[in-house]
């Protein structure tokens, strides 16, 4: 079963679902268009006017739509592509996927190709001799309606993309991103703990990866299951989201029990892409784009400066989640051991990648040094000792800088 939601999860997450949902819809209304003919079908007086009978028409209509919204479609696709291409390749090319999953790329994407297929469908039904073939019921008025909301859609399409390829308009979205999946750890029906360590733990590696690959979202649910099937905690070795090579092992428990006893497979997947879902690389990519905007070539402080606001920021929305190292049901039946980012892990790795390139930035000093008290303060105040002392030693590391 957890095989499976993670499939429907990439099923409807993915950017072609939409568009393919939409383009059987139009497919689908062609077909009854075809199977409908003018004596069967009672028109109200409104739409009459509109359904034409002249097959020349028909055909010559049709045939009108299909070229003109099929070079609207490639061209529109062409231009944004490279648009984007040299926008984002420039700071951060992961950042990407956000932009492409935005449902009103796929549902213009969706209405073009569904209007193509459906004069397409049309045109082959009156295709044969006159005195064989039937009009389908509003056949022209159909795809000259389909065409003229496809040239709608294209205007605000240029108009939309011309907003979102703003690095500014791109790093809040990673930021708005990653701070609704930050929001989202309390709000599952899973509980986060610190489980205290016993004098007794020492989890074996069970199951190991039969691939590479980077370590995507866990289905947490069915791994608590698992753990309370198995009567022990079951401890996840790799971090969510990092690469995983061929053989390393992923989980593990003690060795009163057998990985033959239960399957664990469908709870997790192996990506190939780098997975967006888990929170912290949401907060590499903030760095991303800070190293590239300061660095010789791009040379954009203001951009960078930018990437360092929102990335504090996030830091201090990660502060405000209670510490935890293990999740478990509502029963507290089952127990699965996490190997997640802590703050104080993931603020030095940030910062520390930070400083090698604006460390002789005095705008970049002073932006560092504001977030990061920012984040100390942040720390003591929920609570995060280990957070608080890594961003007290990253201030101390700039003590000298100017």
């Not at 009103?104 to 190709?113: C, F, R, S």
């Not at 004069?119 to 065409?147: D, N, R």
């Not at 370590?215 to 905690?233: F, I, N, P, S």
């Not at 300061?294 to 360092?308: C, L, Q, R, V």
């Amino acid at each position: 079963m957890g095989k499976i939601m993670l499939l429907l999860r990439d099923l409807v997450r993915s950017i072609a679902s939409l568009p393919t949902l939409i383009f059987f819809a139009f497919v689908a209304l062609a077909c009854y268009q075809l199977s409908t003919t003018d004596e069967a079908q009672d028109l109200p007086d409104w739409l009459a006017p509109y359904n034409l009978t002249d097959l020349d028409t028909i055909r010559t209509t049709l045939a009108a739509v299909i070229t003109g919204v099929f070079t609207l479609t490639i061209f529109a696709y062409t231009m944004v592509m490279n648009v984007l291409d040299r926008s984002i390749s420039s700071y951060s090319p992961r950042l990407l996927p956000l932009v492409l999953s935005e449902r009103y790329h796929q549902e213009i994407l969706g209405v073009g190709a569904g209007t193509i297929a459906h004069s397409t469908i049309l045109l082959l039904g009156v295709a044969e001799p006159p005195e064989f073939s039937k009009p389908p019921v509003l056949a022209a008025a159909s795809a000259g309606f389909f065409a003229i909301l496809s040239l709608v859609l294209f205007i605000y399409f240029i108009h939309r993309v011309s907003q979102s390829i703003f690095i500014n308009v791109l790093l809040r979205k990673s930021y708005d991103y990653t701070r609704r999946r930050l929001e989202r750890l309390d709000e599952q029906r899973l509980s986060l703990i610190t489980a205290r360590d016993r004098p007794d733990d020492d989890p074996q590696p069970r199951i190991f990866a039969d691939r590479c690959g980077y370590l995507d979202e866990l289905d947490y649910a069915g791994l608590v299951d698992a753990a309370q099937k198995l009567r022990t905690e079951i401890y996840l070795l790799p971090r969510p989201g990092s690469f995983v090579y061929t053989g390393d092992p992923l989980f593990g428990w003690g060795d009163t029990q057998s990985a033959d006893q239960i399957s664990i497979d469908s709870y997790y997947t192996l990506s190939r892409e780098e997975p967006i879902d888990v929170y912290a690389t949401g907060f590499k990519h903030q760095v991303e784009v800070a190293i590239k905007a300061a660095s010789p070539a791009i040379n954009d402080p203001g951009t960078a400066m930018t990437a360092i606001n929102y990335l504090g920021q996030l830091f201090m929305q990660l502060a405000a989640v209670k510490p935890y190292n293990a999740v478990t049901g509502q029963q507290d039946a089952g127990v699965l051991r996490l190997n997640d980012w802590q703050v104080g892990t993931l603020l030095d790795s940030c910062f520390t990648q930070l400083r090698c390139y604006l460390d002789s930035d005095p705008w970049g000093v002073d932006t560092m040094r504001e977030n990061l008290l920012r984040i100390e303060q942040a720390c003591v105040k929920y609570d995060h000792p280990t957070g608080a002392s890594a961003a007290r030693r990253q201030l101390q590391q700039l003590v000298s800088k100017p």
